[in-house]
Nanobody, 119 residues
Framework: QVQLVESGGGLAEAGGSLRLSCAAS????????MGWYRQAPGKQRELVAT???????VYADSLKGRYTISRDNAKSTLSLQMNNLKPEDTAVYYC?????????????WGQGTQVTVSS
């Protein structure tokens, strides 16, 4: 069984910073792609950023320049540095990974971590 565990969420003031982390565990042959998504109250889950095993990144246009995604392939960890936070960044942030396990690929989600930005 593959699990993703997020950490680092919490409360920040507008203009502040937070760093989220996600650790993958389980029987994993490879982690093909990892990413962060978020869901604000009353809204659909949306892409924040993704990164492939080769380091290719994709960001939501509205977050470019404020958010930075990174990963440590050796440790199977993912991070998201969030700077200049805005109240509209308030959401539950979810870690996602597409992983290879023996004979198949899995799309795995973490349980989510709350980020709240006060004005």
């Amino acid at each position: 069984q593959v699990q993703l565990v997020e950490s680092g969420g919490g409360l920040a003031e507008a203009g502040g910073s937070l760093r989220l982390s996600c650790a993958a565990s389980g029987i994993i042959s490879s982690i093909i792609k990892m990413g962060w998504y978020r869901q604000a109250p009353g809204k659909q889950r949306e892409l924040v950023a993704t990164i492939t095993s080769g380091g290719i990144t994709v960001y939501a246009d509205s977050l470019k320049g404020r958010y930075t995604i990174s990963r440590d392939n050796a440790k199977s960890t993912l991070s998201l540095q969030m700077n200049n936070l805005k109240p509209e960044d308030t959401a539950v942030y979810y870690c996602n990974a597409v992983v290879g396990v023996p004979d198949m690929k899995l799309n795995v989600w973490g349980q989510g971590t709350q980020v709240t930005v006060s004005s």
